[in-house]
Structures are given as C-alpha cells and as structure tokens.
C-alpha cells in the first residue's frame, strides 16, 4: 500500500470519520492533515534511524507495537489516542509544540484540536509504517531506506497521477521532504511548504499549503 492509498483508501476515510465525529473537524480537513502529518513523522523518524540506537528502539517499537492492524480495525483508533500523544512526542521531540502550532495555524485547526488530532493520527501513521516493514521483511539497519523510499514512492506517484487538492498537498510536502538542505524535516517541510515554518506568525496563509488548503476548504 503506498502512502497516497492510505490516505485516500479506506483507512483514511475511517480515520477522518472519526475525527469529524468526535472533534467537529471536516473530514477533508482531517485528510489533509493527516497529507501533512504522515510524511512529516516518517521524515523524522527517517532522521532518527540514522543513529544505531534509535533504529534499534523504532525497530523494536515497530515489531512489539505496530503489526498493522489498527489499519483495518478502526475500533482502535480512540483506544490508542493517549499512546499517540506519547509517539509524537518521541517523534518530534522539542519541535512539537512549533509542529503542531503550524499546522493549526495552515490548516484552520484550532491549536486545541490539533494536537488531540494529530494523536490519533500517530498510530495510524506508525501502523501503516510496521506494515511495509513486515511485507519488505527489514531490520533496524534497513529503516532508514524504507521510509526514505516511502516518501520517494508517494512522492512519485503524486507527481504522476491527475491533479487534485490532496495530490497537490502531497507533491509540495514531499517534493521539500526529499531535500536534505538542513536535515531538519520542520525546517524542509514546514518551512517551505506551509508558508515560513520558523517565522512564527509573520506570513499567514503566504503560500504553499496555506493557498492550497484555501482553495480546498473554500476558505
């Protein structure tokens, strides 16, 4: 399953149904979020496996935790919602609090939202990443090359398929994701994508995802 099936497949359809229930969010909203959010994790946990201790722990987080199953079984989405919150504060680590500021403020996800959002999205994202580690049947040493062609393939496909909203949220995001300009994800993705990452409030709606999000949601 590539990462443009999961967003547009079924799981994410289950996963952005969910959150509009319980959050009040639209579920194009959440799906673009979750365009955003998923190669954004998976790029810091591609930078994290460069280091033999935390491909080791992502290895063994991956085999104990993330089977994944929770793709076909939406039941555990608001299960999982508290362990969510504990991977995305691994993943992100001091940067989360700026992740999740900028998304809100790109989205129309209110900051209070956001991060309850996100949390759910978390083992979604690290189900389906478990999943294509199984089926490519690699190690802690190989982490770094799946999720890199992860985001090679998607960004591949995105690029090729006919235009839409969520193909053009995924080409921008992952055309930046694949630069190793700074080896920092919030600074490539963030900062180019989403109209200034680091700039805090200054340009608001400059661009990138902004303007693509503006004309998704109509706003």
């Known amino acids: 399953m590539s990462l443009i099936d999961l967003l547009t497949g079924n799981t994410g359809n289950e996963v952005a149904q969910q959150a509009e229930n319980k959050f009040g969010?639209?579920?194009?909203?959440?799906i673009a979020l979750l365009a955003v959010a998923a190669p954004l994790v998976i790029s810091y946990l591609r930078n994290k496996s460069q280091d033999a201790k935390e491909a080791?722990?992502?290895?063994?987080?991956?085999?104990?935790?993330?089977?994944?199953?929770?793709?076909?079984?939406?039941?555990?989405?608001?299960a999982r919602q508290s362990e969510g919150g504990s991977i995305l504060s691994h993943v992100f680590g001091g940067d989360k609090e700026n992740v999740e500021n900028q998304l809100s403020q790109n989205t129309g996800i209110s900051i209070d939202k956001i991060g309850p959002i996100l949390a759910m999205l978390a083992p979604v994202i690290m189900g389906y990443i478990g999943k294509e580690k199984q089926q490519s049947n690699v190690g802690a040493?190989?982490?770094?090359?799946?999720?890199?062609?992860?985001?090679g393939n998607a960004s591949n496909q995105a690029?090729?398929?006919?235009?839409?909203?969520?193909?053009?949220?995924?080409?921008?995001?992952?055309?930046?994701?694949q630069s190793q300009s700074s080896g920092n994800p919030l600074n490539?993705?963030?900062?180019s994508v989403l109209g200034g990452g680091n700039t805090q409030q200054k340009q608001q709606g400059g661009g990138g995802l902004g303007d693509i999000l503006g004309g998704l949601f109509g706003k």
């Open 25 to 30: 969010i639209s579920k194009n909203q959440v």
């Open 188 to 191: 490539d993705i963030l900062g």
């Open 56 to 78: 080791e722990s992502l290895n063994n987080a991956l085999d104990k935790d993330h089977d994944g199953s929770i793709l076909n079984d939406s039941s555990q989405l608001e």
């Open 141 to 151: 040493g190989g982490l770094g090359d799946l999720l890199g062609g992860i985001l």
């Open 159 to 177: 690029q090729t398929q006919s235009s839409s909203p969520l193909n053009d949220i995924l080409g921008s995001v992952l055309g930046n994701g």
